[in-house]
């Protein structure tokens, strides 16, 4: 196990988990056995815990807004450079490596961001049985595809009806949650140390080379470092910070994520969401 795996396994087991139950969510008693000090009378209402997490998660998402690899599209034609720069042939050369070298850096984070995209359906472990597993994940399917119709251009458009409360059942665990986040941290480790890392690496080689055969000649090596670093970087930087979005969540924020969920997209949620409101592990874990 790489160093940042055991890193977010030690802290996914420390504070965030509560402990390593299974729990399903219907019938509901089941959830007042695990949870009683969060379904004691000083828990907060639907609206003021959910209040709380929306700030808390809109400011994650706010950070990484716009930015996931899956809507990228990769564009051979940024690496041609410009006719007008004069620059040597191996210039040329380096530059249509570098631009395979991207592609498969770029095509690296899209297969990590699709298997982070599976968390949800990961909450569940597979050895609870095909039946436990199929229905956590057709619940979580429908709880995930929902959208909500009405919009500001069209008030008199009806709201989508919510999903029936009785036609979900989640099955979550921390311990499977935790193998998921140790798997898909060891990828993105390979993947840094290894695509990303290329990229990275060649890119510096080639800023390296053209000074090395461009130096003597300053009016093309400075139209060529101006192209270089100014809109080349600038394009490039549009994939590279959609790292940011490959992030995967902690047990405490995935379970708040779909807290929210269910709050808003479930008929009569308020018991069910709030047996799923976990963010207060200390007190949890008293149980």
Same mark, same amino acid.
């Given at each position: 196990m790489?160093?940042?795996? $055991?890193?977010?396994?030690?802290?996914?087991?420390?504070?965030? =988990?509560?402990l390593?139950?299974? &729990?399903?969510?219907?019938?509901?008693?089941?959830?007042?056995?695990?949870?009683?000090?969060?379904?004691?009378?000083?828990?907060?209402?639907?609206?003021?815990?959910?209040?709380?997490?929306?700030?808390?998660?809109?400011?994650?998402?706010?950070?990484?807004?716009?930015? /996931?690899? &899956?809507?990228?599209?990769?564009?051979?034609n &940024?690496?041609i450079? #410009?006719? +007008?720069?004069?620059?040597?042939? !191996?210039?040329?050369?380096?530059?249509?490596?570098?631009?395979?070298?991207?592609?498969?850096?770029v095509?690296?984070?899209?297969?990590?961001?699709?298997a982070?995209?599976?968390?949800?359906? !990961?909450?569940c472990?597979?050895?609870?049985?095909?039946?436990?597993?199929?229905?956590?994940?057709?619940?979580?399917? $429908?709880?995930?595809?929902?959208?909500?119709?009405w919009?500001?251009a069209? #008030? =008199?458009l009806?709201?989508?009806?919510?999903?029936? $409360?009785?036609?979900?059942?989640?099955?979550?665990?921390?311990?499977?949650?935790?193998?998921?986040?140790?798997?898909?941290?060891?990828?993105?480790?390979?993947?840094?140390?290894?695509?990303?890392?290329? +990229?990275?690496?060649?890119?510096?080689?080639?800023?390296?080379?053209?000074?090395?055969?461009?130096?003597?000649?300053?009016h093309?090596?400075?139209? +060529?470092?101006?192209?270089?670093?100014?809109?080349?970087?600038?394009d490039?930087?549009? +994939?590279?910070?959609?790292?940011?979005?490959?992030?995967? #969540?902690?047990? !405490?924020?995935?379970?708040?994520?779909?807290?929210?969920?269910?709050?808003? $997209?479930?008929?009569d949620?308020?018991?069910?969401?709030? /047996?799923f409101?976990?963010s207060? #592990?200390?007190?949890?874990?008293?149980?």
């Open positions: 790489s160093k940042g795996a $055991r890193n977010i396994f030690q802290l996914l087991y420390s504070s965030s =988990t509560i390593p139950l299974t &729990l399903s969510f219907l019938p509901t008693t089941s959830l007042y056995y695990f949870f009683p000090p969060i379904l004691s009378s000083h828990t907060p209402t639907m609206s003021s815990v959910t209040l709380k997490l929306r700030q808390k998660r809109s400011m994650a998402r706010l950070l990484n807004q716009g930015r /996931s690899i &899956l809507d990228y599209n990769f564009d051979p &940024l690496f450079i #410009p006719k +007008w720069i004069l620059v040597p042939p !191996e210039v040329r050369n380096a530059i249509l490596t570098l631009q395979y070298k991207a592609m498969i850096a095509y690296g984070m899209k297969s990590l961001m699709i982070r995209d599976h968390r949800y359906f !990961e909450l472990p597979k050895n609870m049985g095909p039946v436990v597993y199929q229905l956590h994940q057709s619940s979580m399917r $429908r709880l995930l595809e929902w959208k909500e119709d919009n500001f069209d #008030p =008199t009806a709201a989508s009806a919510k999903i029936p $409360r009785n036609t979900l059942q989640f099955c979550v665990d921390s311990i499977a949650y935790g193998r998921f986040t140790c798997d898909y941290t060891n990828k993105i480790d390979d993947f840094m140390s290894g695509p990303f890392q290329n +990229w990275r690496q060649f890119r510096m080689e080639i800023g390296h080379l053209a000074f090395r055969l461009m130096s003597h000649r300053p093309d090596y400075n139209e +060529w470092r101006a192209w270089w670093e100014g809109k080349f970087a600038d490039m930087w549009k +994939w590279e910070v959609c790292l940011e979005g490959l992030i995967l #969540p902690t047990w !405490e924020e995935i379970i708040d994520d779909v807290y929210l969920m269910i709050s808003d $997209r479930v008929e949620a308020q018991e069910l969401a709030n /047996s409101y976990i207060n #592990p200390r007190r949890a874990s008293t149980t």
